[in-house]
């Protein structure tokens, strides 16, 4: 017997060894080993379930044992009645147990697939405090198993629940180590393309213009399976639908089944009512539109674009830089079916979004600075004018030479550095040298001190005409009082009249009422309504 107990423990050993990481391939060996070192007519073992609730045969030595096994044979865990035979009351209370074919316990015989079992002996597989199975082995002779025979089989059966417990660990670090592979593979090519969408990103933040937006968002999609790329770009519009678009710039992938591509010419720039825009019916504002080609109807004006395109399935993402809808980026394959999963699309409209913000900020600059060169010709404009009325009404001179020599004469160099104020030319300084060339600190120094003289001159003319614009704003003022404190029509026109010759100097002024057109008069003709 303990020859048998060595020889099974060891078989245990090097099957645990053998098997590690595969616990259904352990226990199937195990049941043969026992079986065959001890002589056995059946060696069975059972796994309690997660629930805690049967003992579910997992192996077994003989024939009928692996009828059993096929059908998925189990037993109830309980104490006493509530348990399922030996099996079930022995992984309930964690106790081993022998059982013969005589008194209470020649039922547990009743077995069909077992016919000749005489007696039957069942251990615990424990692990800590935890019951994890049971042992089971029955024999053909009576009486066959005794308290020693317990004690021999208990030890291979603790060795059992550690190799088990063993290769489930094993198993699951196995199973864990290969999920973190998985894991890792998915961040390294999250990363991977988080980086290449970033970078796209920045390329088109950096992008000059509309072309080096499209050129940027090209450089990335043409690294995937993408075959197709279209700009979509709606006309400024007010209301809830654009009413014009553009298709702003078009690529496309060679396509080595015919040896070219598309010519962008074809389509680049080609201008369509919204309302009639062929794929009109795949822009969204809301969310990205994936369309096949057996979603077209034949002989229709999308089937020939979609023809002229060439590809198998469209997908277009709206671009919008905040709620303003400004257009919609395409994108195509010519070969895969279901390429445009939301998965997929996902970092497409994420540098679709910023392929927007990017478009419509160029916009906004733009239109700033066509906004702000308006404004600076209508500065430029005004100060003209205001210089040319105060030149005119300037009795002084206005300009002014200084010589430190008695006559420059024939000069070699002459700098000439226009006064300018608000971008209006008013004025200019001349420099006269025999010097060949002025340094970079002398032209630093001349041209801070022109710029400074020009707003002090404009200082200057502002300074000379406040007190004359401010006359004019009070004298207007008391005329209207004069004319407002007069009563009466004829006492109005005559104030009127009296109060213009006197400001403007004048010898004569008429005030007149009439309704009616009229030939001019000789202001010398008097009227009724004349005052002179």
Known sequence: RRTNYLGATTAVAQESASVLGAPQQLLSRVADVISQQFGLYHAALFLVDPSGEWAELSAASSEGGRR??????????????????????????????????????????????????????????????????????????????DESSIATLQGVADQIAVALNNARLFAQTQATLSENQQLLVQVETGLQEAKTLYE??????????????????????????????????????EGNLPQQLEISQVWARLDPS???????????????????????????????????????????????????????????????????WIGALGLGTRQIANAF?????????????????????????????????????????????????FLQAQPTTTEYEFSQIESVGDVDNVWRIPLKVRGQDIGLVELESDRQTWSEQERALVEAVVTQTALA?????????????????????????????????????????????????????????????????DPRQGTDDQTD
């Open 457 to 521: 001159l404009d200082g200057a003319r502002l300074f000379e005409q406040t007190p004359r614009l401010a006359g004019r704003e009070r004298l207007i003022n008391e005329i209207t009082g004069r004319i407002r404190a007069s009563t009466g029509v004829p006492g109005i026109l005559q104030t009127a009249a009296r109060e213009l010759a006197t400001a403007m100097n004048v010898p004569h002024a008429v005030a007149r009422i009439s309704l009616k057109a009229e030939e001019p008069r």
């Open 341 to 389: 999963t939301e998965d997929a699309l996902r970092p497409y409209q994420a540098m679709a979004s910023q392929a927007a913000i990017a478009i419509e900020n160029r916009r906004l600059f733009a239109s700033s600075e066509a906004r702000l060169h308006e404004l600076s010709e209508l500065y430029r404009s005004v100060t003209g004018k205001a210089w040319g009325t």
């Open 200 to 237: 796209a990103i920045q390329a088109i933040s950096a992008a000059p213009d509309n072309a080096g937006v499209f050129q940027a968002v090209v450089d990335h999609v043409s690294r995937s399976d993408i075959d197709l790329c279209l700009l979509v770009l709606f006309d400024p519009y």
């Open 68 to 145: 059993m096994l096929a059908r998925g044979h189990r037993l109830r865990v309980g104490v006493g009645d509530a348990g399922q035979g030996i099996v079930g009351n022995v992984a309930a209370r964690g106790e081993a147990r022998i059982a013969l074919d005589t008194g209470a316990d020649a039922v547990f015989f009743d077995n069909p697939d077992l016919p000749d079992t005489r007696s039957e002996a069942a251990l615990p597989l424990r692990v800590r405090e935890e019951i994890i199975g049971v042992l089971d082995v029955q024999s053909v002779q009576k009486a066959a198993f």
């Open 258 to 324: 015919v040896g070219k591509g598309l010519e962008p010419g074809g389509l680049a720039g080609r201008r369509f009512d919204f309302a009639q825009f062929p794929l009109r019916g795949y822009l969204r504002a809301d969310a990205p539109q994936v369309v096949g080609e057996h979603q077209l109807l034949p002989d229709s004006a999308s089937r020939q674009m979609w023809n002229r395109l060439g590809m198998q399935t469209l997908a277009f993402l709206p671009l919008k830089a905040g709620a303003r």
